[in-house]
């Protein structure tokens, strides 16, 4: 821990002497307003730093070290040059309220992309502002509660599905609507009679993940968008799982009027342990008057060339991040997109779909499938073979970080018991599955021969299992110097 | 499709057939039959060919050469994004993939060095506002200004916001865009002559779930918030402060300590790139008291079953993940990467460190003051004491001004002509460590000329 580490006097910075007079705070300020040390901090040389950092990093699991197959969170390779793009000085230095004419390149380069995401998404216009695919989420149901305003109607409700993420409630009842849920069929994808036995005219929108997460194609979406608009409802997209749709099929051609992406999920920006996202959101033209500002205008005619800001949207919902959303992510993603081209982005939902496909065809036979079907990019098993033994789908999911691997996601979706959720990604090579394939065989070998050396799993790595309840029970949220160390 | 494979996918076609082998299908397009025909796109997406590393390497550059930048002009421009030097080993260790192509640490055993980097940065942001706890980083100062908000109308259950003037203007903008579809009332004090906000009893009553105090303030001045904690608690209402430029709390006291309920704002100062604005990094503590409506995530201590210490998400609880409609709030991300830079970037500045940074670039600021005084032409309006920012009066337009710094390579900071145009021509003019002292001396000149 750094501030155990540390030892009074030491320091990790130097300044250049001052070329202009001190000024004390105190012939400004009342002493009560002045701060007289900074005991919380801790005092460490940069060597310490950089040996404490370095240290932490290699207690991290991440996709540079192998195969993360988190479902619908789609862990795919960060190319490396997104990453150096990201930190050139004419990005990363620039400020936000630089004035347009000297922020043309990145003026542009946000305008190309929302171009392209238009198209990739089949949507008329595009926001980059919402800073994450929850905010694009928010930004998405204001602007459906603005369109009824507008027509001076008030509803109600929305339809989200049993298999939603879990923010797609969240926002909705952000912005005082009531959630009905609404059942998914038997084969795992939403029926159309289902939508229309809910769709009365207090709905003002449905949310709708295609592909969904146990990773199908929502097959009727067409007639359920048709259903929802007939009834004067909009229908909301989550972009989550846009990777396997990449130049097979368009959420705007398939009747969804505005939905958000995530640019870590399906242009390749990273992680970061959790952040930053990046969740650009796409409308049809109908909610284009309610777009967040600024928006980015390309200068026509009279008005000269290059790129502006346009704050004139009289409808809009206004602002939703200081500035204009997560900048540095647009750039990674526009590299990616301008290094695939339309051919290469393709191949990538191909090669998303085959490789979840072959390894549901691997793992069929000695795992359970709740939803048996032809799957996109991500597929589900469930730990019901393995009921006999007494080993859960977490047991599994620790024993495979002995095997070397992240975990795939565990008990989500929330509808299937006992949830594996593998989404390998098309960046994965066919060795790395077919090893997957094994390591998982292992262990379900293992359930069976020595079920407790599942159970307490993990053994190879610095800790052992975590207690997750102790922690919630008595949280400890900050380090504090009377407390002992460590136990 | 034809010629080389994409870079970033790795198999051959001896690998796709004999993968489509495996799973029984004829093709590729067979893996889409679950796609109905009519819903197919039917054609290629109308996009740029695909580009090989070294053409998108060139045009990118291309690109980031027509941005103007802190590292590229002498800097005055900073109203809630501060460009200061970055010391190397912040992006040194930033940069290595095990942090940055690591996901959210849903199975701690394998994602300790986020977690407990996450913890340090918890430990120091409640060192430097004051207060008991905070989360583990929220989009940006706005979305984290918004979030305080709502913290405060779920922990008193009462419906009117109350925001003293000196509220960063866009802030402004995102809590209204918050607010819009709940039953709330959000209403903006004025503030004094000097810049510091009136006193804030007399418009507060018992419907008041918060007052929103940003100090320093929009315009620079430091505000007085053990008057404006008086005032709020007196009608039993939080006081939210905001801070934009967190450097001050190295000099100035914590505001928790002055009764400051929640402090947020926005850390990107702490050696986050300016990006352009994004990505930021809002910060959110609060007390102990309100630790179960603190929204976004948080992360906790606890022991290993070997009995070791270690660290884990926790109070998921509150999270989208469990209660979805009764979430505290729909944020299911953190700034991960971005609290990594400002936790080793406060690692490296340290105890003294920060506070030595901090007394430079007020020291700077005093300067700018005194040159601004000695020059005709240009006014200080604002009388109150700030940190590093100050509101300079100048002689015809701050764009004409603006335009004149330029012709001399200077951006000079921001126009508030849009923002404030009570205040008559003026400029809010920030000046962090990068700023010399020539450099200081020729904006005042250019600014007044």
Redesign the interface.
């Known amino acids: 821990?750094?501030?155990e580490r540390?030892r009074p006097g030491?320091?990790?910075?130097s300044?250049?002497d001052?070329?202009?007079?001190?000024?004390d705070?105190a012939a400004?300020?009342d002493a009560?307003?002045?701060?007289d040390?900074?005991?919380?901090?801790?005092?460490?040389s940069?060597v310490e730093?950089?040996r404490?950092?370095?240290r932490?990093?290699?207690?991290?699991?991440?996709?540079?070290?192998g195969l993360?197959p988190?479902g619908s969170?789609t862990?795919?390779?960060?190319?490396k040059?997104n990453?150096?793009?990201?930190?050139?000085?004419?990005?990363?230095?620039?400020?936000?309220?630089?004035?347009p004419a000297?922020?043309?390149?990145?003026l542009?380069?946000c305008w190309r992309l929302e171009r392209?995401l238009a198209?990739?998404s089949g949507m008329d216009r595009v926001t980059l502002q919402p800073?994450?695919?929850?905010?694009g989420?928010?930004a998405g149901i204001?602007m459906i509660?603005a369109y009824h305003e507008q027509r001076g109607e008030r509803r109600s409700l929305v339809l989200v599905p049993d298999s939603a993420?879990?923010?797609n409630?969240?926002?909705?009842?952000?912005?005082?609507y009531?959630?009905v849920s609404i059942p998914s069929g038997r084969d795992g994808i939403l029926h159309p009679d289902a939508v229309a036995a809910a769709m009365t005219p207090e709905v003002a929108a449905l949310m709708i993940t295609n592909p969904n997460t146990l990773g199908?194609?929502e097959?009727h979406?067409?007639e359920i968008c048709e259903i929802v608009h007939a009834r004067g409802g909009l229908v909301y997209g989550d972009g989550a799982n846009l990777n396997a749709l990449?130049?097979?099929?368009?959420p705007g051609?398939?009747g969804i009027d505005v939905m958000h992406f995530n640019l870590h999920k399906t242009f390749?920006t990273?992680?970061?342990?959790?952040?930053?996202?990046?969740g650009p959101v796409g409308v049809k033209n109908l909610l284009a008057p309610y777009l967040?500002v600024p928006v980015v205008r390309r200068l026509e005619g009279s008005e000269g060339t290059g790129f502006t800001l346009d704050y004139q949207f009289p409808r809009s919902?206004?602002?939703?991040?200081?500035?204009?959303?997560?900048?540095?992510?647009f750039?990674r993603a526009?590299?990616y997109?301008?290094?695939?081209?339309?051919?290469?982005?393709?191949?990538?939902a191909?090669?998303a779909?085959?490789?979840a496909?072959?390894l549901?065809?691997?793992l069929r036979g000695e795992w359970h499938v709740p939803i048996d079907?032809?799957v996109?990019h991500e597929c589900v098993l469930s730990d019901q073979a393995l009921k006999a033994t007494g080993v859960t789908t977490l047991d599994v999911?620790?024993r495979l970080?002995d095997y070397g691997y992240?975990?795939p996601?565990v008990y989500f979706p929330l509808i299937v018991a006992g949830a594996l959720m593998i989404e390998p990604t098309?960046?994965?090579?066919?060795e790395g599955l077919d090893q997957f394939v094994a390591a998982l065989s292992a262990i379900a070998a293992e359930a069976r021969s020595d079920p407790d050396r599942v159970r307490?799993a993990?053994h190879r790595?610095?800790?052992?299992?975590?207690?997750?309840t102790?922690?919630?029970r008595r949280?400890?949220?900050?380090?504090q110097p009377e407390r002992p160390?460590?136990? | 499709?034809?010629g080389d494979?994409?870079?970033?996918?790795?198999?051959t076609p001896d690998?796709?057939r004999?993968?489509?082998a495996?799973?029984?299908?004829p093709g590729?397009d067979a893996?889409?039959?679950?796609?109905?025909e009519?819903?197919?796109?039917g054609r290629?997406?109308?996009?740029?060919?695909?580009?090989s590393?070294q053409e998108?390497?060139g045009?990118?550059?291309?690109?980031?050469?027509?941005?103007?930048?802190?590292?590229?002009h002498p800097?005055f421009?900073g109203?809630?994004?501060y460009?200061h030097y970055v010391?190397a080993?912040v992006?040194?260790?930033a940069?290595?993939?095990?942090?940055?192509?690591?996901?959210?640490?849903?199975?701690?055993?394998?994602?300790?060095?986020?977690l407990?980097?996450?913890?340090?940065w918890?430990?120091?942001i409640?060192?430097?506002s004051g207060l008991?706890?905070?989360n583990?980083?929220l989009?940006?100062?706005?979305?984290a200004a918004a979030e305080a908000v709502l913290l405060a109308l779920r922990a008193t259950r009462r419906s009117r916001v109350v925001v003293a003037h000196g509220l960063?203007p866009?802030?402004g903008?995102?809590l209204?865009?918050?607010l819009?579809?709940?039953?709330t009332r959000l209403e903006w004090l004025p503030c004094a002559p000097d810049g510091r906000s009136v006193p804030v009893a007399p418009a507060l009553d018992g419907d008041t779930a918060c007052v929103v105090v940003q100090s320093p303030s929009f315009l620079g001045p430091?505000q007085d918030l053990?008057a404006a904690a008086e005032a709020a608690h007196a009608c039993g209402a939080l006081l939210v402060v905001v801070v934009t430029e967190p450097l001050s709390?190295?000099?100035?006291?914590?505001p928790g300590e002055?009764g400051a309920d929640v402090v947020c704002g926005?850390a990107q100062s702490f050696g986050v790139?300016?990006?352009?604005?994004?990505?930021?990094l809002g910060f959110l503590a609060t007390r102990e008291r309100f630790?179960r409506q603190l929204p976004g995530?948080?992360?906790?201590?606890?022991?290993?079953?070997?009995?070791?210490?270690?660290?884990?998400l926790?109070?998921a609880?509150r999270?989208?993940?469990?209660r979805?409609?009764?979430?505290t709030?729909?944020?299911?991300?953190?700034?991960?990467?971005?609290l990594?830079y400002a936790t080793?970037y406060?690692?490296?500045?340290?105890?003294?460190?920060?506070?030595?940074?901090a007394?430079?670039n007020?020291?700077?600021a005093?300067?700018l003051k005194s040159r601004v005084r000695a020059t005709r032409g240009l006014t200080l309006p604002l009388a109150a004491?700030g940190f590093h920012e100050v509101v300079v009066g100048v002689p015809d337009t701050g764009a004409a001004a603006?335009a004149r710094a330029l012709e001399a390579g200077i951006?000079g900071g921001?126009d508030l002509a849009p923002y404030e145009p009570g205040l008559g021509p003026a400029l809010l003019v920030c000046t962090t460590?990068l700023a010399?002292?020539?450099s200081?001396d020729r904006l005042v000149e250019r600014l007044a000329a």
Not at chain 2, 5 to 11: E, I, K
């Open positions: 821990m750094l501030f540390s030491r320091t990790g910075y300044l250049p001052p070329d202009v007079p001190d000024a705070p400004a300020f009560e307003q002045l701060r040390d900074l005991p919380g901090l801790p005092e460490l940069e730093v950089v404490h950092f370095t932490l990093s290699t207690w991290n699991a991440a996709v540079d070290l993360y988190l969170c862990m795919k390779y960060n190319p040059i990453e150096a793009l990201a930190r050139l000085p004419g990005f990363a230095a620039a400020h936000p309220l630089q004035p000297l922020a043309q390149g990145f542009e380069l392209a198209e990739v800073a994450a695919g929850a905010q989420e928010l204001m509660r993420h879990g923010t409630p969240a926002s909705a009842a952000l912005n005082d009531r959630v199908l194609f097959t979406i067409a990449l130049g097979i099929a368009r051609d398939l390749s990273p992680h970061g342990g959790g952040g930053p996202g990046a967040p919902i206004g602002r939703l991040h200081a500035h204009f959303g997560n900048a540095a992510m750039v526009w590299a997109l301008r290094s695939l081209g339309p051919d290469g982005l393709r191949r990538c191909e090669m779909v085959l490789n496909n072959y549901l065809a691997r079907r032809p996109m999911a620790k970080i992240h975990p996601t098309e960046s994965e090579p066919r307490t993990p790595t610095r800790h052992g299992r975590l207690d997750e102790r922690a919630a949280p400890v949220l900050r380090w160390a460590g136990s | 499709m034809t494979l994409p870079r970033y996918v790795p198999h690998d796709v004999e993968m489509l495996t799973i029984g299908v590729l893996l889409f039959a679950c796609v109905p009519k819903l197919r796109l290629a997406l109308d996009l740029p060919r695909a580009a590393e998108v390497a045009e990118l550059a291309a690109l980031a050469a027509r941005n103007a930048s802190a590292e590229t800097w421009l109203a809630g994004i460009a010391p080993a992006h040194a260790l940069s290595r993939a095990e942090f940055y192509t690591a996901y959210t640490p849903y199975q701690p055993e394998i994602s300790q060095g986020t407990q980097t996450i913890f340090e918890q430990t120091m409640c060192a430097l008991d706890v905070a583990a980083s989009y940006d100062g706005a979305s960063h866009h802030y903008e995102v209204k865009s918050y819009r579809a709940l039953d430091v053990r709390l190295a000099m100035l006291r914590a002055l926005e790139p300016a990006s352009f604005g994004g990505p930021a630790l995530r948080l992360c906790g201590e606890t022991v290993d079953s070997r009995g070791r210490r270690g660290f884990v926790t109070l609880t999270e989208q993940h469990i979805r409609e009764k979430a709030s729909n944020i299911c991300t953190n700034q991960g990467l971005c990594l080793i406060l690692s490296l500045l340290g105890r003294r460190g920060l506070r030595k940074l007394r430079l007020y020291a700077k005093e300067y004491p603006l951006v921001l460590e010399t002292r020539a200081i």
